[in-house]
């Protein structure tokens, strides 16, 4: 019995401990030195939201001494995500992973596990209560929202590649429950405020790196009378945009500047704003108030995601009057006038 109360004793020392160095104005030291080990889900190119992780810890390094930063790209095998991790928290060479997949909460808890002294902080996820990690949950839904209504102005538009079928298509390279509950809900229903009418076609590659798998899904759900798309596929997406120029069609992307990888076929871009969230992070960081063991939730509202309107790939394409209506939308949804429940993942 006494065994017991002596453990918890001194595992509460520990929790208080941890929280201490965690917690805003708990007098804790900024840390001296911080060596950041960026591990990229996947890879960088084709992929924004890592390129944009990667550039920002990068250019937060060169101008801060004491940061030191190196990227790790994991490729494709999600099988093999956590024993590259574990291996690469092994060297000893890092005292913070920085991440960005909804996936990647249960690996580091994983690994974290074996490396109590490793803190790991997340984007583009959610998990709750565990002491070595912090987690900021991009609002997808509301991005989603608004590319869902512009995509719904244009396939109820008399733009030239628009036709009478009231059908956009979504292409998703895989299925995991941000898409699932978020993205793809979203999108239906901002959609759908345009014209209740509306369906979407929702199709599934089943993986992050077959672009002709994407170009057939695109060109069989344009068989059926879809003509304007949205996409969460990395690289994949070129495929569905290379049938789009072929064939005649539009496509709204998320989260980067994408105009003018094909112009007049992606006619909105919405914007994550991951760099600065990174820079923030890392400032964070080396000031000693970064919470760990907690999630932030961080979208339109917040001025994390947004909308490129200032590019001639949507100036120069979408109808003035469109451009009016859109705008309003998003005004809407950016000062949360927009009502919408966002489930739990
Ligand atoms: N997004 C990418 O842009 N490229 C990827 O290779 C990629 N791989 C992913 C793998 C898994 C297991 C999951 C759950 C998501 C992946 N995402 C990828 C999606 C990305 O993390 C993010 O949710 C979406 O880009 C929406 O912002």
């Known amino acids: 019995m006494k ?39 996947g890879q960088m190119a084709g992929s924004p939201p890592y390129q944009m992780l990667a550039d920002g810890a990068t250019k ?11 990227v790790y790209e994991a490729g494709f095998n999600q099988a093999e995500w956590e024993s590259q991790l574990e291996e690469q928290v092994a060297s000893g060479e890092y005292n913070l992973v920085l991440g960005s997949n909804p996936s990647l909460p249960e690996i580091c808890a994983n690994v974290g596990k074996k490396f109590p002294d490793i803190k790991f902080i997340i984007t583009d996820a959610e998990l709750k ?69 509306i369906t979407v076609d929702f199709r599934v590659i089943g993986n992050w790196y077959d672009a002709n798998k994407a170009a057939e899904l695109a060109g069989s759900a344009m068989d059926t009378g879809v003509d304007c798309f949205s996409s969460i596929a990395g690289g994949t997406a070129a495929g569905m945009n290379k049938t789009l120029q072929d064939r005649g069609g539009y496509a709204v992307a998320f989260n ?10 992606i006619v909105g871009c919405g914007i994550e704003e991951q760099e600065k969230l990174v820079t923030e992070i890392m400032n964070s960081c080396l000031s000693g108030t970064m919470h760990y063991g907690d999630s932030k939730t961080v979208g339109a509202k917040e001025g994390y995601l947004g909308f490129i309107f200032d590019d001639k790939g949507y100036t120069d394409n979408i109808p003035a009057n469109m451009q009016a209506k859109f705008k309003e939308f998003y005004d809407k949804v950016v000062a949360g006038q927009v009502a919408y429940t966002l489930p739990p993942l």
């Open 256 to 265: 980067t500047n994408e105009y003018a990888s094909f112009p007049g076929v």
């Open 3 to 41: 065994k017991v109360i002596v453990t918890i004793a001194l595992l509460a020392m520990v929790a208080v401990d941890v929280f201490a160095k965690g917690q805003q104005g708990s007098g804790a030291a900024p840390a001296e030195k911080v060596s950041v080990l960026v591990y990229i889900t």
């Open 60 to 70: 937060f390094a060169a101008s801060n001494p004491n940061v030191t930063v190196k």
């Open 129 to 197: 209560g565990n002491p070595q990690i912090a987690t900021y949950l991009y609002n997808q839904y509301e991005q989603a929202l608004y590319l869902g209504y512009l995509a719904g102005l244009i396939t109820t538009s008399d733009m030239p590649h628009a036709n009478a079928d009231k059908k956009l298509g979504f292409i998703a390279a895989q299925e995991y429950p941000l898409l699932s509950k978020h993205i793809v809900p979203g999108f239906t229903a901002g959609a759908q405020m345009v014209d209740p009418a």
